[in-house]
């Protein structure tokens, strides 16, 4: 078996501004299967091997000061994937998640989860409740998984639950607006993110954040994501920092 390793020899981490840091960071963690292939395994091989770039990430992420760092872990459209590879996939979360329970709370880091949690099996919905619930008292990185979870899937749970709010006298359709709007989704205690990272080459935002991406940064790898490192994502933050970000204004509006 060849295992090929991506290497960059330059350090991302020492030109990083740490006071020109995004504040939320979301992945979506793609590449899993066709690195397996390369390697010659089956897709729970990549699934298995990318678990070590989301411990670096995270502790890259908490070691910067990143206040939000969001995966996109599993979503509605994956549980029409091969009834083993979900299988596979629900027992790799249970065993990730209790085997990081621990470090999670030594580094301070507290978890979330987004997305349609009732799909999940019981014992890795009791497994993930367990854990939001002991990290709950954490302050440092705010560590959000995106699990059977899709941006028309909330988005529809949005309009769902506002026209019932306004059936029962408890909203006003005048009252609606972004701010209003935005309370009713996942995220609504969740800052958007200004960075999306994408891993593998492919160029789609695969029904994840939709209405959160709006003016977030976008930046994509070929890296497979079991090849990407703590130095990846270094890189994909300077990228960010390289940009200038108007907001719908011009140049000049912003340095002044």
Known sequence: MQIVIHIDKMDYKELIDKKNLP??????????????????GIRIFGHQNGVKSVNDVVEASAELGIQFLTLYAFSTENWNRPKLEVEALMGLLVSTISNELKNLTKNNIRLLVIGNIAQLPKNVRNKLLKTIEVTSINSGLTLVLALSYSSRWEINEAVVNIAKDIKNNTLQVEDIN???????????????????????????????????????????????????????????????????RRFGMTSEQITK
């Not at 504040?23 to 010659?40: E, L, S, T, V």
């Not at 994840?208 to 079991?226: N, R, S």
């Not at 990407?228 to 933050?237: G, L, M, T, V």
């Open 23 to 40: 504040r939320h960071i979301a992945i979506i963690m793609d590449g899993n299967g066709r690195w397996a292939k390369k390697q010659g």
């Open 178 to 244: 972004e701010t209003v709007f935005k309370k009713y989704l996942s995220t609504s205690e969740i800052p958007d993110p200004e960075l999306l990272i994408r891993t593998s080459g492919e160029y789609r935002i695969s029904n994840f954040l939709l209405y959160q991406l709006a003016y977030t940064e976008l930046y994509f790898t070929e890296i497979l994501w079991p090849d990407f490192s703590k130095n990846d994502f270094y890189k994909a933050i300077n990228d960010y920092q390289s940009r200038e």
